[in-house]
């Protein structure tokens, strides 16, 4: 298999970050497995992307969906026979109020440019008591919302809107959205945040 190209994340105002896509596309690491093995079935992964996380919480026997709005991201996870639908996340999905956990890895609370509207659907979907496993920036990048567009090579996708937030500025949005947060934590450089869903 060819290295896919480099791809980073460009802002509006030509700031750019770097974004792993071998990694997407590898097996989940010895850290994703350890921070998935915490969680209770059934599992949505937002933004599930080529499927690895789906794949290995399947391969443990626990029920899982991927959802993912490129068509390429989940025809890629179902070629690993990983379940997978295209789907935005704002969209009606299966199991809405019964999942028991969430993930949001790799950045995906940025998902749409508004995090705090994010939150509120992922509570929509998750049972009381359920969690969502959100990984963030570290500390100090607080609430950015900007135009981005992803360039791989040559190639660029159209500008749409993300968000960027860092381990301290979870909290309040997740209060807000409903959600107690349980933990959050430095794990191997990558930072996370564990809330619970509290509010019916």
């Known amino acids: 298999m060819e290295p896919l190209p480099a791809a980073c994340l460009r802002h509006r105002d030509g700031t ?9 596309a590898a097996d989940a690491d010895g850290l994703e ?10 599992v949505l992964d937002i933004g599930c992307g080529p499927g690895r996380l789906v794949v290995a919480l399947a391969e443990r026997g626990i ?6 709005a490129s068509p390429v991201a989940v025809g890629l996870a179902q070629d690993r026979n990983a379940p997978a639908l295209v789907r935005s996340v704002f969209d009606p999905l299966p199991g809405t109020g019964r999942w028991r956990s969430a993930l949001l890895f790799d950045g995906n609370i940025g ?19 359920g969690h969502a496993l959100v990984e963030t920036a570290p500390p100090g990048d607080g609430l950015r ?15 749409f809107p993300w968000a ?3 381990a301290e500025a979870v909290a309040p949005l997740a209060w807000d959205a409903g959600f107690a947060v349980d933990d959050v934590v430095e ?5 996370f945040a564990d809330l619970r869903r509290v509010a019916a």
Do not use: M, Q
Request: proline share 7%; aromatic share 6%.
């Open 187 to 191: 794990d191997e450089g990558r930072w």
């Open 111 to 129: 998902i749409g440019g508004d995090p705090a509207r994010l939150l509120r659907r992922v509570a929509e979907l998750l049972a009381v008591g």
């Open 63 to 68: 029920p899982v969906l991927g959802v993912d």
């Open 145 to 159: 919302r900007f135009s981005a567009r992803v360039e791989r090579g040559e190639d660029a996708s159209p500008w």
């Open 16 to 24: 750019t970050i770097p974004l792993d896509v071998a990694g997407w």
């Open 33 to 42: 497995r350890r921070r998935l093995a915490e969680l209770e079935g059934p």
């Open 164 to 166: 960027r937030v860092g």
